[in-house]
């Protein structure tokens, strides 16, 4: 576990330099995201542009990785293009394991390729090969030409498509059929803009553990509890679809058109409707819940689609979203997106297009056709126009310098939105109270499960809840008391699972059971031999969460001036057994003091000098 | 008459001909609460039912939501209307 190495790519010069993650950052960061942003910040500073030669691109495998754990994910990191703040994706797949059998658990990419390249990684070694064959090439097309090339069926690879080619903003980094990182910051564009196609892995390394027999025992254990629970089981029948039944019954998802959920109208688009299609429920890698459907259309319209997915995004902000009530046209247009290399139904820019039309803010002319409730062809069309460029439209809003001259007014507005991170959500998502108030405090807001407090809707007894968050929190979604102390405490749980590559699936997202703290402590020693204490990956968490934090304020953004909600979200509630609920400015207010207090900030959201050197935050120095 | 749809796992262990579908049942009638309508489900399909819906306690599992129209019935002792559309699910974080 020790001797995993960072490498530092130079794509302008292809030169690789490698040492061992050294042991202070193993305590201070873990890995994966906490060594994303440390670095991040590191590397940068307030004139820092992401498009110039020296901008990162950060790959990290979470340090439990490649190993029987609870989810083994890879995580994509960078100065992200949209309001310079820290850029973090995450990809499921089996990609960060792989990366970790060959020697590497992190890849910091500098530099610009004059050419297209790739980089090969086996065992200790990273080459740059030529690209020229792969570019242009669809994701699923791009890693099987690799495989083929190379002659090795059993590579792992990072990709970019079409649409990262061609600096599209909204394009994400991607690996197996429809894992997809980093769409909100446009990671894919920055991979592209480096005229890095592709990392490819294959390694036969060992992770050396320190405690292999009592570990492997321990997880089996943890393994085995898990698929006790009633959410995994259900994950694992029905995958993240099934969510959607919950927050449409329990009405806090609302159609784009109606403003109310969709009711028993959600019939059509149900988890049970994918039985038809699913050829068999797949894992990422280590993960003992396979949540994600492989499916096939075999007839009719969409015959010969295949994938993986959808995921709830997809079904809820997606399909329900726009009033497309068609399980085979959502599995065919999450296809698309993801052969392209773009995020559309996952709650994409271009899929708000369609709801733009509606109000009357673009026009036939703007888009070159009519994109009604429910079409599934123009959308389909507007996936291609947008991820190849093809048409003025297209161009303008895959467009990160020119769009705000070359869209009107009020989608532009819309674009600024997006890039604050607002994604998927454009009904609005005010009822459960919790949900808005933690993405308008996101650190990456591209990232919504950054510090979303999923346990919120499970109305769990109040007794039960002070005692899980050390203090007092409603049972009630509706309410705003104790939701300070739920947005924090999930922020801190999830960024150590995030550096232990932890499926947020599997943490207390859905359910307080679910690994923690006590468990990832445990976890630790028995695969590192290091010993954590709870104040140890408190004072971790917060540490990471305060680097992304200033990496925001070095840009101007991380103060309270900042931490706003859309209009839309202000807004009452106009239908549903929600209907006249809005968000009240007040408890937003309260809501900030209590969330800056705990994590020790100032009243303006700005974390102190006296807290920076207790937490050890410092630059790291020679890179 | 109470009408329940039971979606995910639940359904298609109760009735393995719900592929594709969740489950529907519609009950009797009468001054039901919910702990009734429990009842009456695990009268037609077995102690499966309690097994999933009720903790160690006798008490409703929190893994479990049952909505009336978009509130969550709050208890055993709830009031279940004949017109009422139950819905019941695994409580899955929000999205």
């Not at chain 1, 950060?58 to 992200?80: D, N």
């Not at chain 1, 959920?261 to 409707?273: C, M, N, S, V, Y």
């Not at chain 1, 389909?380 to 009107?408: H, N, Q, W």
Request: with cysteine.
């Amino acid at each position: 576990m020790h001797d995993k190495k960072i490498a530092w790519i130079d794509l302008t010069n292809r030169t690789v330099k490698s040492e061992t993650i050294p042991m202070e950052w193993r305590r201070k960061f873990l890995g994966a995201r906490g060594l994303i942003s440390y670095l991040t910040w590191s590397l940068t500073d307030g004139k820092s542009d992401p498009w110039s030669p020296e901008a990162p691109l950060l790959i990290g495998a979470g340090w439990m990785t490649g190993m029987p754990s609870f989810g083994g994910r890879t995580f994509i990191g960078g100065l992200s293009t949209n309001k310079q703040r820290v850029g973090i994706g995450t990809v499921g797949g089996h990609f960060g394991a792989e990366m970790r059998y060959t020697g590497f658990d992190l890849l910091v990419i500098r530099g610009k390729s004059e050419t297209p390249v790739y980089l090969n990684i086996t065992n200790d070694n990273i080459e740059f090969l030529d690209a020229d064959y792969l570019w242009g090439l669809e994701v699923r097309e791009t890693q099987e030409a690799i495989r083929n090339y190379l002659d090795d069926h059993e590579i792992r690879s990072l990709v970019i498509g079409p649409a990262g080619e061609n600096g599209v903003r909204m394009s994400p980094i991607l690996t197996g059929w429809k894992n997809a990182g980093g769409a909100g910051w446009g990671a894919g564009w920055l991979m592209g803009d480096k005229k890095l196609k592709a990392i490819a892995a294959h390694g036969t390394g060992e992770i050396k553990l320190a405690y292999p027999n009592e570990y492997l025992s321990w997880m089996k254990e943890q393994q085995d509890l898990l698929l006790t629970r009633k959410w995994v089981k259900a994950l694992g029948r029905y995958g993240s679809p099934l969510l959607y039944s919950v927050s449409n019954s329990g009405g806090w998802v609302r159609s784009k058109k109606t403003d109310i959920p969709l009711g028993k109208r959600q019939e059509a688009i149900t988890a049970d409707k994918l039985d038809p299609y699913t050829l068999r429920m797949a894992a990422c890698d280590s993960c003992p819940a396979h949540c994600r459907h492989s499916h096939y259309i075999s007839e009719g319209k969409y015959a010969g689609t295949m994938g993986e997915g959808p995921e709830y995004s997809g079904v809820s902000g997606g399909g329900a979203g726009h009033e497309i009530l068609d399980i085979e046209a959502i599995l065919a247009l999450t296809d698309q997106s993801d052969r392209a290399g773009i995020t559309v139904l996952g709650g994409g820019l271009v899929g708000e297009i369609n709801s733009l039309m509606q109000e009357g803010l673009l026009t036939e002319e703007d888009v070159g056709y009519y994109v009604d409730w429910g079409d599934a062809d123009a959308l389909s069309k507007l996936i291609d126009d947008v991820a190849y460029r093809r048409t003025p439209f297209g161009d303008a809003l895959a467009d990160k310098e020119d769009a705000p001259k070359r869209l009107p007014p009020a989608v532009s507005d819309w674009v600024g939105v997006y890039e604050g991170g607002i994604r998927g959500h454009r009904a609005n998502m005010g009822g459960v109270k919790s949900f808005p108030l933690a993405q308008m405090v996101n650190v990456i807001p591209s990232y919504s499960k950054t510090n979303r407090p999923g346990m919120d809707v499970l109305g769990l007894p109040e007794k039960f809840l002070e005692e899980f968050y050390g203090g007092k929190v409603s049972n009630d979604y509706r309410s705003y008391e104790g939701k300070d102390r739920m947005v924090w405490f999930h922020e801190m749980m999830y960024v150590i699972g995030d550096c232990l590559g932890i499926c947020r699936f599997l943490t207390i997202f859905n359910c307080p059971h679910a690994p923690k703290f006590e468990e990832y402590i445990e976890l630790i020693r028995l695969t590192t031999g290091m010993d954590f204490s709870m104040e140890d990956l408190w004072e971790i968490a917060n540490r990471i969460i305060t680097i992304e934090r200033l990496t925001q304020e070095q840009h101007g953004f991380g103060s309270r001036q900042w931490e706003t909600l859309p209009e839309m979200w202000k807004a009452p509630i106009t239908g549903g057994v929600l209907a006249g609920d809005s968000l009240d400015p007040v408890k937003v207010d309260e809501f900030l003091d209590g969330f800056y207090k705990l994590h020790g900030w100032d009243s303006n959201g700005v974390p102190p000098k006296e807290l920076i050197k207790k937490l050890g935050i410092a630059k790291a120095k020679k890179l | 008459m109470p009408e329940v749809k039971i979606y995910g796992p639940l359904g298609f262990d109760l009735d393995k001909s719900k592929f594709n579908s969740y489950l529907t049942v519609k009950l009797e009638s009468g001054d039901n609460t919910l702990a009734d309508v429990i009842d009456q489900l695990t009268a037609r399909y077995g102690v499966k039912v309690k097994e999933e819906l009720l903790d160690a306690e006798g008490n409703l599992d929190h893994a479990y939501g049952i909505f009336n129209d978009g509130e969550r019935v709050p208890g055993l002792s709830a009031q279940v209307e004949d017109d009422a559309e139950l819905v019941v699910v695994v409580m899955l974080g929000g999205g």
